[in-house]
T-cell receptor
């Protein structure tokens, strides 16, 4: 248990399905992140939220839609995905204060397979 | 973002020390050096971080070169559970909220029994 909980752990979905990934943290952190990790590749930052506001979108296709209703919860809504979107999706959180390089706490990830 | 360079892979024998190097020749004066590791089928986990002085914690030690252009993560006695990908990451500590973590390929550590 890392303090960041992701559900589900595994997800298989068809290309026409709509599904959502959930991330939850009760560490008192004010920033949350979505990363994608494809096979044999480094982690890629997808979205950043600070105090519930999206501050970064790294050219992610619109079939991925994040939502951050409060500082403790982060969702990634998925629709009409492609097989190449199959990957491990990781959520992380951190305290984000000016001039303080706090580290991240990661969840265990959701292993997504698009068929 | 300042870049780091790590060997792709390393091997160690169980119960022996492991020294994982990281080069960061373009580091700025306010960049902190962070180390994370990722066990199979898990998200990355924090190992250690430092700015200028060497650091120790229950997991590892971090040795930082005097010019800060390189650092070494030291696992004092490798166990099979230490087999993972180790990431060395720089993160700014001044000027706004700092940079986001950018992960490179890391070093894949294999531990042999």
């Amino acid at each position: 248990e890392t303090g960041v909980t992701q559900t589900p752990r595994h997800l298989v979905m068809g290309m026409t399905n709509k599904k959502s990934l959930k991330c939850e943290q009760h560490l008192g952190h004010n920033a949350m992140y979505w990363y994608k990790q494809s096979a044999k590749k480094p982690l890629e930052l997808m979205f950043v939220y600070n105090f519930k506001e999206q501050t970064e979108n790294n050219s992610v296709p619109s079939r991925f839609s994040p939502e951050c209703p409060n500082s403790s919860h982060l969702f990634l809504h998925l629709h009409t995905l492609q097989p190449e979107d199959s990957a491990l999706y990781l959520c992380a959180s951190s305290s984000r204060r000016p001039n303080r390089p706090y580290g991240y706490t990661f969840g265990s990830g959701t292993r997504l397979t698009v068929v | 973002d300042a870049k780091t360079t790590q060997p792709n892979s390393m091997e160690s024998n169980e119960e022996e020390p492991v020294h994982l190097p990281c080069n960061h020749s373009t580091i700025s004066g306010t960049d902190y050096i962070h180390w994370y590791r990722q066990l199979p089928s898990q998200g990355p986990e924090y190992v250690i971080h430092g700015l200028t002085s060497n650091v120790n914690n229950r997991m590892a030690s971090l040795a930082i070169a005097e010019d800060r252009k390189s650092s070494t993560l030291i696992l004092h006695r490798a166990t099979l559970r230490d087999a993972a990908v180790y990431y060395c990451i720089l993160r700014g500590g001044s000027g706004g909220y700092g940079q986001n973590f950018v992960f490179g390929p890391g070093t894949r550590l294999s531990v042999l029994p």
